[in-house]
C-alpha cells in the first residue's frame, strides 16, 4: 500500500513529542518576562515525534513530480535538468555569508563576478552592457522597458505612449508594458505563425515607443524576417525589445544583438540552471545596446583605474540612470549558480546547448504528427504546439491526454496556450533529454493516441495512478483548501 492510500494529516497524539529544548542558560527565570509577553497556553501545534515528522514530510515529497525524478516536457517556459555542482556553489558559505550592506572593499570577489557574469551575458547575447539586478523575468521586462523611455525621454522625445506586442506574446509583456504606462497595441500572426509585416506596417508613427518580441516566438518558430522587422521599427524611431526568457535555442547560433534589438532580458532560471518549480527564485537581467548603456539601472559596479571595483548608486548630477528596481543588487544565489553554469559548460559546451534542444523537439515533432494535429508545419526551434489528436471523433480533449501521460509517469506539457488554438499542447525537451528519454515519451504518446480510439473512457478518467485524482478545477479555484485545519473543517483530514 502506498503512502497516499492510507494519507491522513492528524498525526498528533498528546504528549508526543519530538524535540528538546536547551537548558535554561539565560541566567533569569522566565517568570521574569512580563506578564504581557507570557502566553496562557501552549501553542496549538501537532505533537509528533520526530520519525512521524520526517516520514510525513518525505512521503509529502514523494507524491510530487520533478524534474529530478522524471521527464518534464513542459513548453513555452523552459524547465530544464540544473547540474548539481551549480547548487553546491551556491551554497558555499563564502557567498552565502554575504550581505549587501558590506563595504565593497570586503566583498570584491564577488563584484568581480558580478562583472565577470554581466560580461558573459553579454557575449552570448551580442549586447553591449547588462544589469543583474531585475529579479524574474517579468521584472526584466518592465527594467528593459523603463529603459526605452528613459532613452525617449532623455531625447525630448516625449510623444511614444505606445508599444506594439504580438498576439503569440507572452502575457508578461502586455502586462509589463501596462505597468510602465505604456499602451499596448496588437499586431496579428500571419497564417505560418509569424509576425504579419503587413499588419504591423501602418502600426508605426513617431508615437511608437517600440516593439516587444520573442524570437523564436511563442510557437516555437523563428521570425524570419526580423531584419526588415528591425529596420521598419528603426526608421519610425523606436526600439526593439528582445524577450529572452527562452533563449535556450539560440545559445551559441544566433544572438538578439545582431538581429538588431536594442534590449532584451534573459530567465536565468530558465536558460541559466536555477530551479525554479513553484514560483521562485529566479533572475532577469537585462542587457542593452551601446546607445542605452547610459540607461541602465542603478547600482552599477565599476572598476577603478586601481583595478578595485566600486559600486556606483547614480548620484553624480547628469546621471541618466533609468533609476532603481530593486533593493539592492539582484538574487546573488541566481547569479552564481548562472555563472557556475557558464563556466562548467564553457564557450565549446554552451554552443551545443542550443542545437541539442531543437533537436530534440524536431524529432518528437516528427515522430509525433501523424498522430496528433499540428497546426504550423517546418522546422521548429525549442518547442512546437500540436492542436489536439489527428482523429478527435472520440471527443478526447487535450486535458484528456495531458492526465494521462501522469499514469506513464511523465510530467504533462504546457496545456491550452498559446491560445491561438483550441486543444494546444506544446512540448518542449530541452538538451539534456537523451535520445532514449524521447524515446519513452513518443511510444507513450503515440499509445495514448490508440487509447483514444480503442478505449476513450480510460483518458476520460485519467489519471487513475496519482496521489490524487483528476481535480475538480473550477471548486478547487473558487474555493481552495489550501491549508491542513480548512483541509479537516472540510472533513476530508482522513482520507483522500
Ligand atoms: C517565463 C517567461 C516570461 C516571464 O518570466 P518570469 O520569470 O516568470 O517573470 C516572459 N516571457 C516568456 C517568453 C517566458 O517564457
Given amino acids: 500500500m502506498k503512502y497516499y492510500d492510507k494519507l491522513i494529516f492528524e498525526l498528533s497524539k498528546e504528549g508526543r513529542k519530538g524535540y528538546s529544548l536547551p537548558r535554561n542558560t539565560w541566567g533569569r527565570s522566565l517568570e521574569e518576562l512580563p506578564q504581557g509577553l507570557r502566553r496562557s497556553s501552549g501553542p496549538c501545534l501537532p505533537q509528533v515525534s520526530e520519525p512521524d515528522v520526517v516520514r510525513h514530510y518525505t512521503n509529502l515529497s514523494q507524491m510530487n513530480f520533478g524534474v529530478d525524478s522524471g521527464f518534464y516536457?513542459?513548453?513555452?517556459?523552459?524547465?530544464?535538468?540544473?547540474?548539481?555542482?551549480?547548487?553546491?556553489?551556491?551554497?558555499?558559505?563564502?557567498?552565502?555569508?554575504?550581505?549587501?550592506?558590506?563595504?565593497?572593499?570586503?566583498?570584491?570577489?564577488?563584484?568581480m563576478l558580478y562583472r565577470d557574469l554581466a560580461r558573459a551575458l553579454s557575449e552570448i547575447t551580442g549586447m553591449a552592457g547588462f544589469t543583474?539586478?531585475?529579479?524574474?523575468?517579468?521584472?526584466?521586462?518592465?527594467?528593459?522597458?523603463?529603459?526605452?523611455?528613459?532613452?525617449?525621454?532623455?531625447?525630448?522625445?516625449?510623444?511614444?505612449?505606445?508599444?506594439?506586442?504580438?498576439?503569440?506574446?507572452?502575457?508578461?509583456?502586455?502586462?509589463?508594458?501596462?505597468?510602465?504606462?505604456?499602451?499596448?497595441?496588437?499586431?496579428?500572426?500571419?497564417s505560418a505563425g509569424l509576425v504579419d509585416v503587413a499588419d504591423l506596417k501602418p502600426l508605426l508613427d513617431d508615437t511608437v515607443a517600440g516593439i516587444m518580441m520573442t524570437n523564436p516566438n511563442t510557437l516555437g518558430l523563428f521570425e524570419k524576417d526580423i531584419k526588415e522587422i528591425a529596420s521598419l521599427v528603426h526608421e519610425c524611431g523606436g526600439l526593439l525589445y528582445y524577450d529572452g526568457a527562452n533563449m535556450n535555442p539560440l545559445l551559441g547560433t544566433v544572438r538578439p544583438g545582431d538581429m538588431g534589438f536594442d534590449v532584451m532580458h534573459l530567465n536565468l532560471h530558465k536558460t541559466?540552471?536555477?530551479?525554479?518549480?513553484?514560483?521562485?527564485?529566479?533572475?532577469?537581467?537585462?542587457?542593452?545596446?551601446?546607445?542605452?548603456?547610459?540607461?541602465?539601472?542603478?547600482?552599477?559596479?565599476?572598476?577603478?583605474?586601481?583595478?578595485?571595483?566600486?559600486?556606483?548608486?547614480?548620484?553624480?548630477?547628469?546621471?541618466?540612470?533609468?533609476?532603481?528596481?530593486?533593493?539592492?543588487?539582484?538574487?546573488?544565489?541566481?547569479?552564481?549558480?548562472?555563472?557556475?553554469?557558464?563556466?562548467?559548460?564553457?564557450?565549446?559546451?554552451?554552443?551545443?546547448?542550443?542545437?541539442?534542444?531543437?533537436?530534440?523537439?524536431?524529432?518528437?515533432?516528427?515522430?509525433?504528427?501523424?498522430?496528433?494535429?499540428?497546426?504550423?508545419?517546418?522546422?521548429?526551434?525549442?518547442?512546437?504546439?500540436?492542436?489536439?489528436?489527428?482523429?478527435?471523433?472520440?471527443?478526447?480533449?487535450?486535458?484528456?491526454?495531458?492526465?494521462?501521460?501522469?499514469?506513464?509517469?511523465?510530467?504533462?506539457?504546457?496545456?491550452?496556450?498559446?491560445?491561438?488554438?483550441?486543444q494546444s499542447i506544446m512540448i518542449e525537451p530541452t538538451e539534456t533529454e537523451s535520445k532514449e528519454t524521447l524515446d519513452g515519451f513518443i511510444e507513450v504518446m503515440r499509445r495514448i493516441a490508440g487509447e483514444a480510439v480503442a478505449d476513450p473512457q480510460i483518458l476520460k478518467s485519467a489519471p487513475h495512478g496519482t496521489p490524487v485524482r483528476r481535480l475538480d478545477e473550477v471548486t478547487a479555484a473558487r474555493r481552495p483548501v489550501l491549508t491542513y485545519r480548512a483541509l479537516a473543517d472540510a472533513g476530508l483530514a482522513a482520507g483522500r
Fill in 272 to 422: 541559466f540552471s536555477t530551479p525554479h518549480g513553484g514560483g521562485g527564485p529566479g533572475a532577469g537581467p537585462v542587457g542593452v545596446a551601446a546607445h542605452l548603456v547610459p540607461h541602465l539601472p542603478v547600482p552599477r559596479v565599476c572598476e577603478g583605474e586601481d583595478g578595485a571595483f566600486h559600486v556606483d548608486y547614480g548620484q553624480c548630477a547628469g546621471d541618466t540612470s533609468c533609476g532603481r528596481v530593486s533593493g539592492f543588487m539582484g538574487n546573488f544565489g541566481v547569479l552564481l549558480r548562472a555563472y557556475s553554469y557558464v563556466l562548467a559548460l564553457g564557450k565549446q559546451n554552451i554552443k551545443m546547448a542550443g542545437p541539442l534542444a531543437v533537436l530534440g523537439a524536431n524529432y518528437i515533432k516528427e515522430s509525433l504528427k501523424d498522430c496528433f494535429r499540428l497546426p504550423v508545419e517546418g522546422v521548429c526551434k525549442h518547442e512546437f504546439v500540436f492542436d489536439g489528436l489527428a482523429d478527435q471523433s472520440s471527443g478526447v480533449t487535450t486535458l484528456d491526454i495531458a492526465k494521462r501521460l501522469l499514469d506513464y509517469g511523465y510530467h504533462a506539457p504546457t496545456i491550452y496556450f498559446p491560445l491561438l488554438f483550441h
Fill in 132 to 190: 543583474l539586478a531585475p529579479f524574474a523575468g517579468a521584472h526584466g521586462e518592465l527594467t528593459g522597458l523603463m529603459i526605452i523611455r528613459s532613452y525617449h525621454n532623455s531625447r525630448g522625445d516625449f510623444r511614444r505612449t505606445r508599444i506594439i506586442v504580438p498576439d503569440s506574446a507572452h502575457g508578461t509583456n502586455p502586462a509589463s508594458a501596462a505597468v510602465c504606462g505604456l499602451e499596448v497595441v496588437q499586431v496579428k500572426s500571419n
Fill in 73 to 111: 516536457p513542459l513548453g513555452s517556459c523552459t524547465m530544464k535538468y540544473n547540474p548539481k555542482i551549480n547548487e553546491e556553489i551556491a551554497s558555499m558559505q563564502e557567498f552565502s555569508g554575504l550581505h549587501p550592506l558590506q563595504p565593497a572593499s570586503s566583498v570584491q570577489g564577488a563584484l
